[in-house]
């Protein structure tokens, strides 16, 4: 090999480790932003629940809006966190519909890519109660915020859709994620019942939203610090509602009309170009 071949060989050899000495520096800053954004996150908690509701409690005590009152809270502070996110470059949004979202009583229904697709959607819904996972009623933190704003176990499925059909009906938007968890490896998970049942009792349109996010982050099963080395972008689109009255799935009995209509939205969001897979 001539020298100058030896050269260029280990001329380019440099460049790939300055380019990966690079890409994992650029990786460690942005684990780092998102590790502080997590923190600001933990701390809003704190805040909500030790100083924001007992405020909210000495000036609206216990009247029927309370719940309302706290949602819009939590509204607020999703919105600063969301913002806080993308100020920092950790995340970019791009909406298209989200004034749909600010009318009410709304049936929400989303895919679940990442961690923090509630914290997207609530930012842009002044009120919604949501469904959440048992366990943020064993913290102590979290679970005075959770029933303070109303929002909705899903460890049992009969109370879970009683519950979600009174929400509406007292003119409360809900939001849910079908598949009742974070999608798995990127791809939509089955989707459970309560989204068609809910809709079926209380005769509210679906009003679905398609979220994507690429590249992908904050999925099921990562790693908070595992995070790309470029912004993730988020892009939610809110569709037109599906109006289940109009459905063959309306007049069946409940079993088999929630069977039904479960799969006709799973199946519009598998062929939903915008969904991550």
């Not at 009120?127 to 049992?156: E, F, H, P, S």
């Not at 939509?188 to 992908?216: E, K, N, Q, W, Y």
């Amino acid at each position: 090999m001539s020298s100058a071949t030896e050269d260029l060989v280990r001329s380019g050899n440099r460049g790939a480790s300055l380019s990966r000495r690079g890409w994992s520096l650029r990786r460690g800053w942005r684990a780092l932003r998102t590790g502080v954004a997590f923190l600001m996150f933990g701390l809003g908690v704190l805040v909500i629940s030790v100083l924001g509701l007992p405020l909210l409690r000495l000036t609206w005590g216990r009247r029927p809006d309370s719940q309302g009152r706290v949602q819009l809270l939590i509204h607020h502070a999703f919105r600063l966190f969301a913002w806080f996110m993308e100020a920092t470059g950790l995340i970019r949004v791009t909406w298209s519909g989200r004034e749909r979202l600010r009318a009410g009583p709304l049936l929400v229904v989303a895919n679940h890519p990442t961690l923090i697709d509630v914290v997207l959607l609530v930012a842009a819904m002044p009120q919604a109660a949501c469904i959440v996972k048992t366990a943020a009623l064993r913290n102590v933190l979290l679970r005075r915020i959770v029933r303070g704003a109303g929002y909705i176990a899903n460890d049992r499925p009969d109370p879970l859709i009683v519950a979600g059909t009174e929400c509406l009906r007292r003119g409360q938007s809900l939001l849910i994620f079908p598949e009742g968890t974070r999608s798995p490896g990127g791809r939509l998970g089955a989707f459970r019942r309560g989204a068609a049942r809910i809709a079926l009792r209380s005769g509210r349109d679906l009003v679905p939203v398609v979220i994507r996010c690429a590249p992908p982050t904050l999925m099921k099963g990562q790693p908070w610090h595992d995070v790309p080395a470029s912004t993730a972008h988020f892009t939610l689109t809110v569709m037109d509602p599906i109006r289940v009255g109009e459905l063959p799935a309306a007049g069946k009995p409940e079993a088999a009309g929630a069977r039904e209509l479960t799969e006709l939205l799973q199946g519009f969001y598998e062929r939903n170009p915008h969904v991550s897979r």
